[in-house]
């Protein structure tokens, strides 16, 4: 039989139809069986293979992060083992780091922990595969999600060098528990922050009133060259959001994640600000008869920069490596050019003389050695000052001081212009004088 041209279209439209939608069988025009527009095969209309109606994926980790999966706690309770893959955010420290599977959407990152302290040798960057057991780490009324690794092998870098991507929010945004929740362990940026609180306890500090700066990873006031005060600025924080002790805490990484420092000094010069030759120590009380030396050990420092300096935070030391950071009694205390201010050792409560109180205390170390000993100016940056050994220069009681007359650095470093002080300390049975012009030693 032959066919006419007609039927021949017909049988083939009629077969085009079965693999085809038409209007006539799902009123669209895609080559899956649903009655969307996309080419997959769920009923939503993105792209991808799931059954929500956003963009995304769901990834291992958004599935570890939103409950699809059993977690234990990391220890008794073990969890659902999960395979992740992802790009880390930051370097392996002793038993963590932070994974983002590469969608800068909230619930898309998570932390990575260990408790037998492996060393996968992960580095910020790097794409990495993890096989572990999912886990809700409860510190204290909630809890942090992880992915618990036992083993190295269980860690494997693909690559390295790729780019890493963050959330740009609010202090006001991350202090609202159903924004923060999502992007736990993810690397968020907090933009025009000011510093609300220096101490927080355990390394922290506060900005905004309601952003705890954790240091997890690094330590502002131990590995920064500058003391924190109060109403300091920062440009930018950058950190991935842990959870801790019922707050989500944003945690930097290095001094690099500090951006646009701005110092709110009340003087001329702070500690960072200060170089050698702006400061003299003019006395030394290493081995005070009026109270114990663990209490009431001092010494005497003069400013000379040329303008006022704050000496919240100045790092002394001792021959014997001992190193304490001023605290002042007033942190925003102003010595003005000329100036003495003592500073005394231990932390205050104490101090047993009674015709004068240090204007700061630097801890229990440098302990000055009453057979002899130097003192040690210091910031950041290097030594500002160094005094002269004192060697068996006086006797008990008797403090050991600088000419009054000398006013710069290179003379305050000649032992033959210091000498034993002869002026009573008030009603005390010592011999000094803190906080004023000192003996003559010509």
């Known amino acids: 039989m032959t066919l006419s041209l007609l039927s021949l279209l017909a049988i083939f439209a009629c077969t085009k139809d079965e693999v085809t939608d038409t209007s006539a069988v799902e009123a669209d025009a895609d080559a899956d069986s649903d009655s969307d527009t996309d080419s997959d095969s769920d009923a939503d209309a993105d792209s991808d293979t799931d059954s929500d109606a956003d963009a995304d994926a769901e990834t291992e980790i958004y599935k570890a992060r939103t409950g699809v999966y059993t977690a234990g706690d990391?220890?008794?309770l073990i969890g659902d083992s999960v395979t992740i893959t992802g790009i880390a955010t930051t370097d392996e420290d002793e038993f963590s780091f932070f994974v983002n599977?590469?969608?800068n959407q909230p619930f898309h990152s998570v932390m990575v922990f260990s408790d037998s302290e492996i060393q996968a040798g992960v580095k910020r960057g790097d794409q990495v595969t993890i096989t572990g057991t999912v886990a809700e780490y409860?510190?204290?009324?909630?809890?942090?999600?992880?992915?618990?690794?036992?083993?190295?092998?269980?860690?494997?870098?693909i690559d390295s060098g790729n780019p890493v991507d963050l959330a740009d929010l609010t202090t006001a945004e991350l202090a609202d528990p159903a924004t923060s929740e999502g992007w736990e362990s993810h690397l968020v940026r907090v933009s025009?922050?000011?510093?609300?609180?220096?101490?927080?306890?355990?390394?922290?500090?506060?900005v905004d009133g309601s952003l705890a700066i954790d240091d997890l990873?690094?330590?502002?006031?131990?590995?920064?060259?500058?003391?924190?005060?109060?109403?300091?600025?920062?440009?930018?924080?950058?950190?991935?959001?842990?959870?801790?002790?019922?707050?989500?805490?944003?945690?930097?990484?290095?001094?690099?994640?500090?951006?646009?420092?701005?110092?709110?000094?009340?003087?001329?010069?702070?500690?960072?600000?200060?170089?050698?030759?702006?400061?003299?120590?003019?006395?030394?009380?290493?081995?005070?008869?009026?109270c114990g030396d663990n209490d009431c050990e001092w010494i005497e420092v003069k400013n000379i920069s040329g303008g006022s300096v704050n000496l919240q935070g100045l790092v002394l030391s001792d021959a014997d490596g001992g190193v304490g950071d001023l605290k002042l009694t007033d942190p925003t205390a102003v010595l003005a050019d000329g100036g003495h201010a003592v500073l005394g050792t231990g932390g205050g409560g104490g101090w047993g003389y009674t015709d004068f109180t240090p204007d700061g205390f630097y801890g229990s170390v440098p302990a000055w050695n009453n057979s002899g000993d130097t003192v040690i100016l210091s910031n950041a940056s290097g030594v500002l000052f160094t005094s002269p050994?004192?060697?068996?220069?006086t006797d008990a009681g008797v403090s050991w001081q600088l000419e009054f007359s000398v006013s710069d650095a290179a003379d305050g470093s000649n032992e033959t212009l210091w000498c034993p002080s002869s002026t009573p300390i008030g009603t005390s049975k010592d011999f000094g004088t803190p906080g004023s012009d000192n003996d003559s030693c010509l």
């Not at 409860?138 to 860690?155: H, R």
């Not at 050994?389 to 220069?393: C, H, I």
């Open 74 to 76: 990391g220890k008794d």
């Open 101 to 103: 599977d590469g969608y």
């Open 138 to 157: 409860v510190t204290s009324a909630d809890s942090i999600t992880q992915i618990v690794v036992t083993a190295a092998e269980d860690v494997t870098v």
């Open 192 to 206: 025009g922050v000011s510093v609300t609180n220096t101490d927080l306890g355990f390394g922290e500090f506060e």
């Open 217 to 290: 990873l690094y330590n502002w006031s131990k590995e920064s060259p500058e003391e924190l005060r109060d109403g300091d600025t920062f440009a930018e924080v950058i950190g991935p959001l842990y959870y801790s002790f019922d707050a989500h805490k944003l945690v930097p990484r290095d001094v690099e994640d500090f951006k646009g420092y701005v110092s709110n000094c009340p003087a001329d010069k702070c500690v960072v600000n200060l170089v050698a030759g702006d400061l003299l120590v003019t006395e030394i009380m290493a081995d005070p008869s009026e």
């Open 389 to 393: 050994g004192t060697g068996s220069r």
